[in-house]
């Protein structure tokens, strides 16, 4: 049973324009929300995190939105561009493993062309 | 600041033989410790982690093991490799709490 999901294996997008990832969970104990970008035969990296207690956290061009009724969670980067293209994870953890581990989502292969 | 080395970057095994990769963080301390799989087209898999020294946690059951010998050290080990082992091996540092996790490059493993 997936606890996290992303829906969208992949997405393209032109450059300059809005990308949207989407990510849902099932958890009601997960509180802690994270997006990873991963390049092939790299390590993933960490983008940006929202807390529960929030609904909106920005970090440049990155932004990400949590819908708590929806267990809904999304990943905005404006403008896109080409550097952007890679693979999105969506990750998730709660008080009820002491936030020591992280559920990821399959992922979401984004390509910003030029 | 912190790094995570992680070795080697490629590995290519026959079936049946045994596995060591290591995991080193510097940088900081008492760090909680991951290892991750991610195998063709699919997810990150969580194998082990561990949130102290000796102290390891095991997810899935599979023929792999980990160790911790020291604060800032994670081996993943196995006696007798499977074809299924097959994958790209991460390993990841977080400190304890409410914290992201850090990877470090992974060990792409071909299992013959």
């Known amino acids: 049973d997936q606890q996290v999901k992303q829906n969208s294996p992949s997405l393209s997008v032109q450059e300059g324009r809005i990308s949207i990832l989407n990510c849902d969970y099932t958890?009601?104990?997960?509180?802690?929300f994270l997006w990873y970008k991963k390049y092939p035969a790299e390590g993933p990296t960490f983008l940006i995190s929202i807390s529960s207690i929030k609904d909106k956290n920005e970090d440049g061009r990155f932004t990400v939105f949590l819908n708590k009724s929806a267990k809904h969670l999304s990943l905005h980067i404006v403008p896109s561009q080409p550097g952007d293209s890679a693979v999105y994870f969506c990750?998730?953890?709660?008080?009820?493993?002491?936030?020591?581990?992280?559920?990821f989502g399959k992922g979401t292969m984004l390509l910003v062309s030029p | 600041s912190q790094t995570i080395h992680q070795w080697p970057a490629t590995l290519v095994q026959p079936v049946g033989s045994p596995l060591s990769l290591e995991c080193t963080v510097e940088g900081t301390s008492n760090p909680n410790l991951y290892w991750y799989r991610q195998a063709a087209g699919r997810g990150l898999q969580l194998l082990f982690y561990s949130v102290g020294i000796g102290q390891i946690s095991s997810e899935v059951p599979q023929n792999l093991s980990a160790s911790r010998p020291q604060d800032r050290q994670f081996i993943l080990s196995s006696k007798k490799l499977l074809l299924s082992d097959s994958g790209f091996y991460l390993c990841?540092?977080?400190?304890?709490?409410?914290?992201?996790?850090?990877f470090g490059d992974g060990t792409r493993l071909s299992i013959l």
């Open positions: 990841a540092w977080s400190r304890q709490g409410n914290q992201p996790q850090h």
């Open positions: 990750a998730a953890s709660g008080r009820d493993s002491g936030y020591s581990t992280l559920t």
């Open positions: 958890n009601s104990m997960f509180d802690y």
